[in-house]
Nanobody
Framework: QVQLVESGGGLVQPGGSLSLSCAAS????????MGWYRQAPGDARDLVAV???????NYADSVEGRFTISRDNAKNTVYLQMNSLKPEDTAVYYC???????????????WGQGTQVTVSS
């Protein structure tokens, strides 16, 4: 199976920065699109940013220009650099990945366990 392990969450003041990372491990033949989603209490889980294995990116309007997603294909890792953080960015951030575990197998979607990001003074 495949595991996605996030790290880097925490408490930061408004205007501050945090960096998240997510490492994929296990039975991986090919990693396709990887991304970050977030969920605040009482809200749905929403897309934050995604990146294809070719490096194309897409961002939620609310984070465009403040957050940057990147990946290291050699390390099976995706990153999220978050700058100019706002209280409304407070949420649990989840890593997501489309994975092919063997050649000719269909892609499967996996989630990490989530990491808390709190923006507060």
């Amino acid at each position: 199976q495949v595991q996605l392990v996030e790290s880097g969450g925490g408490l930061v003041q408004p205007g501050g920065s945090l960096s998240l990372s997510c490492a994929a491990s296990g039975s991986i033949f090919m990693l396709y699109t990887m991304g970050w989603y977030r969920q605040a209490p009482g809200d749905a889980r929403d897309l934050v940013a995604v990146i294809t294995n070719g490096g194309s990116t897409n961002y939620a309007d609310s984070v465009e220009g403040r957050f940057t997603i990147s990946r290291d294909n050699a390390k099976n890792t995706v990153y999220l650099q978050m700058n100019s953080l706002k209280p409304e960015d407070t949420a649990v951030y989840y890593c997501n990945a489309d994975v092919q575990i063997r050649h000719y197998f269909p892609r499967q979607n996996y989630w990490g366990q989530g990491t808390q990001v709190t923006v507060s003074s």
